[in-house]
Protein backbone atom coordinates (compact mmCIF):
# COMPACT_ATOMS: atom_id res chain seq x y z
CA UNK A 1 0.00 0.00 0.00
CA UNK A 2 2.87 2.41 0.84
CA UNK A 3 4.85 1.50 -2.49
CA UNK A 4 1.33 2.52 -4.47
CA UNK A 5 0.99 5.86 -2.90
CA UNK A 6 4.40 6.72 -3.12
CA UNK A 7 4.36 5.51 -6.82
CA UNK A 8 1.03 7.89 -7.26
CA UNK A 9 2.88 10.57 -5.64
CA UNK A 10 6.28 10.39 -7.99
CA UNK A 11 3.73 10.16 -11.02
CA UNK A 12 1.96 13.38 -9.78
CA UNK A 13 5.10 15.08 -9.15
CA UNK A 14 6.35 13.85 -12.21
CA UNK A 15 3.15 15.48 -14.14
CA UNK A 16 3.26 18.29 -12.32
CA UNK A 17 6.66 19.20 -13.67
CA UNK A 18 6.19 18.68 -17.12
CA UNK A 19 3.28 20.81 -16.79
CA UNK A 20 5.00 23.46 -15.75
CA UNK A 21 8.05 22.62 -18.45
CA UNK A 22 5.56 22.64 -21.09
CA UNK A 23 3.73 26.04 -19.81
CA UNK A 24 7.13 28.33 -19.80
CA UNK A 25 7.47 29.89 -22.94
CA UNK A 26 10.61 29.77 -24.61
CA UNK A 27 12.82 32.47 -24.08
CA UNK A 28 11.76 35.91 -25.22
CA UNK A 29 13.40 37.16 -28.31
CA UNK A 30 12.93 40.76 -30.35
CA UNK A 31 11.57 40.78 -33.61
CA UNK A 32 12.56 43.59 -35.70
CA UNK A 33 11.15 43.64 -39.78
CA UNK A 34 10.46 39.89 -39.33
CA UNK A 35 14.20 38.92 -37.92
CA UNK A 36 14.12 37.08 -34.86
CA UNK A 37 16.65 37.76 -32.15
CA UNK A 38 16.75 35.26 -29.17
CA UNK A 39 17.07 37.15 -25.72
CA UNK A 40 19.90 34.60 -25.26
CA UNK A 41 22.73 32.93 -27.69
CA UNK A 42 25.69 30.00 -26.86
CA UNK A 43 29.33 30.91 -27.35
CA UNK A 44 31.38 27.74 -26.81
CA UNK A 45 29.14 26.98 -24.25
CA UNK A 46 28.94 30.11 -22.54
CA UNK A 47 25.64 32.10 -22.26
CA UNK A 48 25.75 35.50 -24.19
CA UNK A 49 22.97 38.10 -23.80
CA UNK A 50 20.91 40.06 -26.20
CA UNK A 51 22.37 43.98 -25.47
CA UNK A 52 20.73 45.77 -28.53
CA UNK A 53 19.41 45.01 -31.75
CA UNK A 54 19.18 46.98 -34.97
CA UNK A 55 18.03 48.22 -38.78
CA UNK A 56 20.48 49.08 -40.62
CA UNK A 57 19.10 51.44 -43.56
CA UNK A 58 21.31 52.28 -46.54
CA UNK A 59 20.97 55.63 -46.26
CA UNK A 60 20.29 57.60 -49.08
CA UNK A 61 17.77 54.51 -50.84
CA UNK A 62 16.14 53.84 -47.20
CA UNK A 63 16.48 49.92 -48.19
CA UNK A 64 16.31 47.71 -44.96
CA UNK A 65 19.91 46.30 -45.92
CA UNK A 66 20.41 44.19 -42.21
CA UNK A 67 19.26 43.12 -38.76
CA UNK A 68 22.09 43.41 -36.37
CA UNK A 69 22.45 42.31 -33.14
CA UNK A 70 25.09 42.95 -30.48
CA UNK A 71 25.22 39.37 -28.18
CA UNK A 72 27.87 39.79 -24.81
CA UNK A 73 28.58 37.48 -21.46
CA UNK A 74 26.71 40.44 -19.67
CA UNK A 75 25.03 43.84 -20.09
CA UNK A 76 27.35 47.05 -21.11
CA UNK A 77 26.56 50.11 -22.52
CA UNK A 78 29.88 51.52 -22.30
CA UNK A 79 31.36 51.43 -26.15
CA UNK A 80 34.98 51.73 -24.72
CA UNK A 81 34.90 48.67 -21.97
CA UNK A 82 33.51 46.63 -25.24
CA UNK A 83 35.94 47.58 -27.35
CA UNK A 84 38.53 46.45 -25.34
CA UNK A 85 38.13 42.68 -26.52
CA UNK A 86 38.50 41.21 -22.62
CA UNK A 87 35.26 39.42 -23.42
CA UNK A 88 33.23 37.01 -25.63
CA UNK A 89 31.43 38.81 -28.03
CA UNK A 90 28.92 38.24 -31.22
CA UNK A 91 27.87 40.33 -33.58
CA UNK A 92 24.81 38.53 -35.58
CA UNK A 93 23.80 40.30 -38.71
CA UNK A 94 20.76 38.99 -40.84
CA UNK A 95 20.94 40.42 -44.16
CA UNK A 96 17.35 41.58 -45.78
CA UNK A 97 18.34 42.01 -49.23
CA UNK A 98 21.14 40.65 -51.59
CA UNK A 99 24.08 42.55 -51.91
CA UNK A 100 27.11 42.03 -54.49
CA UNK A 101 30.72 40.49 -53.04
CA UNK A 102 32.20 43.71 -54.19
CA UNK A 103 29.85 46.04 -52.69
CA UNK A 104 30.15 44.30 -49.29
CA UNK A 105 33.73 44.42 -49.75
CA UNK A 106 34.11 47.69 -50.23
CA UNK A 107 31.89 48.87 -47.35
CA UNK A 108 33.77 46.67 -44.88
CA UNK A 109 37.12 48.52 -46.75
CA UNK A 110 35.76 51.94 -46.08
CA UNK A 111 34.35 51.66 -42.80
CA UNK A 112 38.17 50.40 -41.79
CA UNK A 113 39.90 52.98 -43.11
CA UNK A 114 37.89 55.34 -41.99
CA UNK A 115 38.18 54.31 -38.45
CA UNK A 116 40.26 55.15 -35.85
CA UNK A 117 43.31 53.08 -34.89
CA UNK A 118 43.72 51.35 -38.23
CA UNK A 119 47.28 52.34 -38.60
CA UNK A 120 47.91 50.22 -35.49
CA UNK A 121 46.25 46.69 -36.96
CA UNK A 122 48.34 45.11 -39.88
CA UNK A 123 47.14 45.00 -43.46
CA UNK A 124 47.33 41.53 -43.97
CA UNK A 125 45.07 40.99 -41.57
CA UNK A 126 42.06 43.13 -43.24
CA UNK A 127 42.94 42.07 -46.15
CA UNK A 128 42.44 38.22 -45.29
CA UNK A 129 39.47 39.18 -43.69
CA UNK A 130 37.86 41.79 -46.68
CA UNK A 131 38.47 38.55 -49.06
CA UNK A 132 36.62 36.14 -46.95
CA UNK A 133 33.44 38.29 -47.22
CA UNK A 134 30.96 36.09 -49.60
CA UNK A 135 27.97 37.79 -51.55
CA UNK A 136 24.86 37.92 -49.48
CA UNK A 137 21.37 36.75 -50.55
CA UNK A 138 18.68 38.03 -48.46
CA UNK A 139 18.54 35.79 -45.51
CA UNK A 140 21.94 35.11 -45.33
CA UNK A 141 22.81 35.31 -41.19
CA UNK A 142 26.61 36.03 -41.00
CA UNK A 143 28.24 36.30 -37.66
CA UNK A 144 31.04 37.76 -36.14
CA UNK A 145 32.31 36.26 -33.06
CA UNK A 146 35.36 37.57 -30.78
CA UNK A 147 36.60 35.01 -28.29
CA UNK A 148 39.69 36.12 -26.28
CA UNK A 149 43.25 34.40 -27.23
CA UNK A 150 41.43 33.28 -30.47
CA UNK A 151 40.57 36.51 -32.51
CA UNK A 152 37.46 37.47 -34.72
CA UNK A 153 35.66 34.73 -36.55
CA UNK A 154 33.47 35.36 -39.23
CA UNK A 155 30.70 32.61 -39.76
CA UNK A 156 28.13 32.31 -42.78
CA UNK A 157 25.26 30.31 -42.40
CA UNK A 158 27.11 28.38 -39.57
CA UNK A 159 29.81 27.90 -41.50
CA UNK A 160 33.16 29.40 -40.60
CA UNK A 161 34.99 31.83 -43.46
CA UNK A 162 37.83 33.26 -41.31
CA UNK A 163 39.18 33.39 -38.10
CA UNK A 164 41.63 36.62 -37.61
CA UNK A 165 43.80 36.87 -34.71
CA UNK A 166 44.61 39.66 -32.16
CA UNK A 167 42.59 42.10 -30.18
CA UNK A 168 43.74 45.41 -32.04
CA UNK A 169 41.45 43.61 -34.99
CA UNK A 170 38.84 42.92 -32.72
CA UNK A 171 38.49 46.53 -31.05
CA UNK A 172 38.86 47.75 -34.90
CA UNK A 173 35.59 45.41 -35.91
CA UNK A 174 33.51 45.96 -32.97
CA UNK A 175 33.78 49.59 -32.85
CA UNK A 176 31.93 49.84 -36.52
CA UNK A 177 29.19 48.30 -34.13
CA UNK A 178 29.16 50.22 -31.20
CA UNK A 179 31.20 53.06 -31.48
CA UNK A 180 28.53 56.29 -32.53
CA UNK A 181 32.03 58.25 -33.93
CA UNK A 182 32.46 54.85 -36.16
CA UNK A 183 29.11 53.07 -36.89
CA UNK A 184 26.38 53.88 -39.09
CA UNK A 185 24.15 56.47 -38.29
CA UNK A 186 21.80 55.26 -35.49
CA UNK A 187 23.60 51.69 -35.20
CA UNK A 188 25.76 52.09 -32.04
CA UNK A 189 22.92 54.13 -30.01
CA UNK A 190 20.86 51.00 -30.06
CA UNK A 191 23.30 48.36 -29.34
CA UNK A 192 24.71 50.00 -26.56
CA UNK A 193 21.22 52.02 -25.25
CA UNK A 194 20.67 51.97 -21.76
CA UNK A 195 17.38 50.22 -20.70
Known amino acids: MKNLRAERAALRSGLLAMTVLLATPPASARTIEGVSLPEKDVVDGHTVILNGAALFEATFMKLDVYVVGLY ?7 PSRIARCTDVWRVR ?3 LMDV ?3 RYQS ?3 DAFDRRSGRSSIDGASIERFIASLPAISRGDVHELT ?5 GVELSVNGRTRAIIDGRGFCGLVIR ?3 DPKDA ?11 R
Do not use: D, N
Open 72 to 78: LSHREHE
Open 93 to 95: LTF
Open 100 to 102: PRS
Open 107 to 109: GFR
Open 146 to 150: FRPGS
Open 176 to 178: GFV
Open 184 to 194: PPGIAERLVAH
